[in-house]
């Protein structure tokens, strides 16, 4: 079966001018497939572009382009698409490997991780970060986006942070082979979390290919400024991944349907120059992506132009 397509695609119905928001602003707007996760990868990529959007970040997982089994024949077929649909690739999602595990939760599970317990995780983790970077540059991908990882059992942030540094430089030594950006996502509860931490981390290593994919949601929830997170990482941002959030309630809403200061983004966006990628990320929007699509586009497109 394959996605129900809305015939008002293009989501601009409803949506009155507003000459505050429709200021030109060079920013390109994405949509991430994780939001299709009960569709092949190729439906997905058409009710992304369909949607409206020229730019779509591939989950690298199941049951998208998990890494370890991604075939030629099948990255052959997703270049074929994007092609055909003018379709371009925002960021590659390696942050977790449900296809790793034989029974792996439903909700989001980061291990294996780079700061695993398991010397044997860790190693796993990062070559499947490497498969999934040789993908990336396949379709087309100037990015991939990674966590740290969560610190398990007894681990401590010092040992947390040397077993991060040993394996991020395994990391980064194969981003110099593929040419390809690595942006770290702060997330609530993992060992680096902080807007403040990654930006210490990339100053400390000194790795011009160690950067942000920077979540906006995950600020508000934490409590940071999002235009304070913008401003300190820069022109070190690969990519930028969007959503509404619920006061600070961790939970990816539709854009427009959270308390997210939008205005207060594009301004801080504008601030440093940024024009990569917004990608929309709603894995919490499975039940209806399409919906979720059409609807985030016309209200990006709307606040962004």
């Known amino acids: 079966m394959g996605v129900k397509f809305c015939s008002c695609s293009y989501a601009r119905s409803g949506l009155a001018f507003d000459p505050l928001v429709r200021e030109p602003f060079l ?47 099948q990255i052959d077929g997703v270049r074929a698409v994007l092609g055909e649909l003018g379709l371009a690739v925002s ?3 390696v942050n977790c490997s449900f296809g790793y595990w034989k029974d792996a939760p439903a909700e989001a599970y980061f291990e294996p991780s780079l700061i695993s317990p398991d ?53 980064l030594e194969m981003a110099d082979r593929f040419e390809m950006n690595v942006g770290i996502e702060c997330e609530p509860g993992l060992f680096i979390e902080y807007v403040a931490e990654l930006r210490e981390w990339i100053d400390r290593l000194g790795h ?12 508000q ?34 854009p427009g349907e959270g308390s997210v200061d939008w205005l207060g983004v594009k301004s801080a966006l504008r601030g440093i120059g940024y024009e990569r990628y917004l990608t929309v990320e709603l ?23």
């Open 119 to 171: 010397a044997r995780h860790r190693a796993d983790r990062i070559e499947l970060i490497g498969k999934a970077m040789a993908f990336a540059r396949a379709v087309g991908a100037r990015n991939v986006s990674v966590t740290s990882g969560r610190m398990l059992g007894s681990m401590s942030p010092s040992r947390a942070a040397g077993q991060f540094e040993e394996s991020i430089g395994s990391v």
């Open 283 to 305: 894995y919490t929007h499975t039940d209806e992506p399409q919906v979720a699509a059409v609807k985030s586009f016309g209200f990006l497109e709307r606040i962004f132009g």
């Open 91 to 93: 960021n590659v999602n």
């Open 208 to 219: 011009p290919r160690l950067g942000a994919n920077l979540d906006i949601g995950h600020c």
């Open 27 to 73: 920013v390109r707007l994405a949509f991430s497939t994780n939001a299709y996760t009960r569709f092949s990868l190729a439906e997905a990529l058409r009710g992304i572009r369909l949607a409206g959007f020229l730019g779509a970040e591939i989950l690298a997982d199941e049951p998208h382009a998990y890494p370890a089994s991604v075939s030629d024949s």
């Open 221 to 254: 929830v934490i409590g940071e400024s999002i235009p304070a997170a913008i401003e300190l990482l820069g022109d070190r941002i690969w990519n930028l991944h969007v959503e509404d959030i619920p006061g600070r309630k961790h939970y990816h809403m539709i």
